[in-house]
Each structure stands twice: as C-alpha cells, then as structure tokens.
C-alpha cells in the first residue's frame, strides 16, 4: 500500500513537474523566434536542464558521485529558475489575455519579444543568485525567556537550536563547519538538533563522511538529535546506524533529564508512520516526568501544538517548514500550520518553529533567512 501511494505521488508530481517544463519551453520557442539551427540546440539544452534534478536524484540513490552531485546542483538551482520564469511567463500571459479584449499595447515585434525574453530571465536570474547569496548568510538569533521553575545550578541556560541542517549532496562540509564556527562563538550550554540533519539519500553523506565534526561539539549539557521527514526520506534504518556510528545522540520517543534537572523530550518524526511504528502521543511520552521540572520537547514538524499546550511543556522546539523557504510558497506553510515561523505561547508553553539553518533542493531562499537560534533561559 506505502509503495502504491508514493507510485502515485511520484506519477503526479512527474507530470506537473513537465507540463511546467513544457510551458516554459514553448513559450521560450515563441519568445525568441529562433533559426532551425538555434533551435535544435534550444531543445536539446533546455531539457536537458529540465531532466536534470531527476536524474542528479537518481544518480545520488544508486552511484553518488562528485559528477551526480553536480548534475543534482544544477537540476536543483533549475527548479528555483522554473518557479520564478513560471509566474513571470503566467504573468505575462494574464496581461495578453487582457490585452486581447482591451488593446492597451502596441503590437509586438519580434524584436520586442526577444527583448522581453531576455529582460525577464535576467530578472529571474538576479532573484535566484540573490537568493542563494541569502541562503548562505546564516542569522543567529537570540530569544530571551523565563520559565517559573528551577533546575540545579546556575539559574540560566543557553541553548543553541539549529533545525533542517540538510547534509548531503548540496550542503556540505564548509557549512557544516561553519555551524561549528557559529556553537563554538555562542558558548551554548546545550545544543539541539531538530530534525533533518541529512537532506535525505544517505550516500552522498557516507561518500563525503559528513556530521564527522558535530562530534568537535563540546557543550557542558551535551548534543541530541531527533529524526526529521528526510531522516525517513533517505531510509531510517540507513540513516540511523549512519549518525549513531558518528556519537550523534538521537532521541527518538526518548525522554533524559540532564544533570541540571532540565527535562529534555525528542520525539519520533510523524513520517514514522503508523500503527506499531507510529510517534507514541506526547501525554503518554511523558506520563511519568517530574512536572516540578522544566520540560523541553523537540518535535520536528509543528503540528497539533495543542497537544503540547495541554501537556503543560515549557518550551516545544520545531523545523521543518523552512518558512517557506521560496517565495511565495511561505503564504503555503502558514495556511498549513498554526505557527510557520518564529515564537508563539500558548497559556504556559513557548513555542518557537525555526526556519532552518540548511535548504531542501536549491542553495536559494527568498523573503526568509536561514537561523541558529539561542534560547536564553532563566529559571526562577
């Protein structure tokens, strides 16, 4: 049944994904009115562009490479192209449509058609190189709060949250570092990883042996982790050995009360799936925690927030939904959930969705910033 339904995901996303492609090759055809020569190398360029983030996804399943990963980059910076030349082609078409009953503008020339053409994919291409200088300019954040409970030693703590770091084929070891570089500058007494610390395909991950250097991470509190979709997306029983074998403390339905008292909850990721592999409910999870102590939870994906509402946590820490991360597909993530980014408290609980330190496809964010997020804490 679990193999139908992605047969059937994967048929409809394959067949939107090339009527788009479609669209935009035909109106380039009518852009630029090319020569029968010109043409031919049009066809042949462009959709090999098109068919490369399938085969780059392929390529990196079942023979990753240092060519695959280059042939997966460009397919991916390709689908940040493709949206933003869809919605300036659609756009332009809306206004021919209006001027075919209304006849505001002149006539066109082919000349002024080509010109259009040009204007439009270096417009495109301004957005999307921006978007990936964006992408790389990490935002460390800082959000002060007080929980009214006490914990052994000192009153205050610091935690460093980072979600949807994303290793793999795109993100690698210089950002993986420069997360290193980020912890070791904030001095955090605790780090949290909230889901998909890998992008998804477990290969490029062992052929480029990345997380090696989360293990320079030293903090008075320690390092835990909790599954996140692409933790599921690439394989659990690959990825799971993989980031144990690398001293990565995941906790899947696990809850560990630190040396200070800190309660700390990491909960299995909802692609877990169901029946007996299913995320137990929070309120079973936590049945036999010491409510007189702080009480952290990481969920990967912000759904149901009531339910940690009424558990009475103190602080629920999620990812998952990159704000969007191209806009305007943020306009998506906020009718999908509660809270799509940023901090929200519901009776005594803080909630906080992080944007995401990594990116899903295209090194490209536009109208959001990649976060770490410090949480300063003070107990009383």
Known sequence: MRSLSFLIFFSIVMLIYS???????????????LSQPVKRWYIVIFWTIAAMFIAGSILERTATSAFSEWIYRIGSFWLAYMLYLVMAVVLIDIVRVFNHFIHFLPPFSEIMRFR????????????????????????????PLTIHKKVSGAPEVKILMASDIHLGALIGERREKHL??????????????????VDGEIAPVLRKKLG???????????????????????GIDKTLPYLKSIHIRMLLDEVITLPNGIQLVGRNDHSAGRGANAPKPLAELISGIDREKPIVVMNHQPFNLQEAADAQVDLHLSGHTHNGQLWPFNYITKAMFELSWGYLKKGDTHFYVSSGYGTWGPSVRTGNRPEVVIFKLKFD
């Open 19 to 33: 009527s788009v492609n479609y669209y935009l090759y035909v109106r380039g055809l009518q852009a630029f009115s």
């Open 116 to 143: 259009l053409g040009l204007i439009v994919i270096s417009l495109v291409s301004v957005v999307v190189v921006a978007g990936h200088i964006n992408a790389l300019w990490i935002n460390v954040k800082e959000i």
């Open 180 to 197: 290193l570089d980020i912890i070791r500058d904030q001095k955090p007494d605790l780090v949290l990883l909230c889901g998909d610390l």
């Open 212 to 234: 090696r250097h989360i293990q320079e991470i030293q903090t008075p509190l320690g390092v835990y982790a909790i599954s996140g979709n692409h933790e599921y997306i690439g």
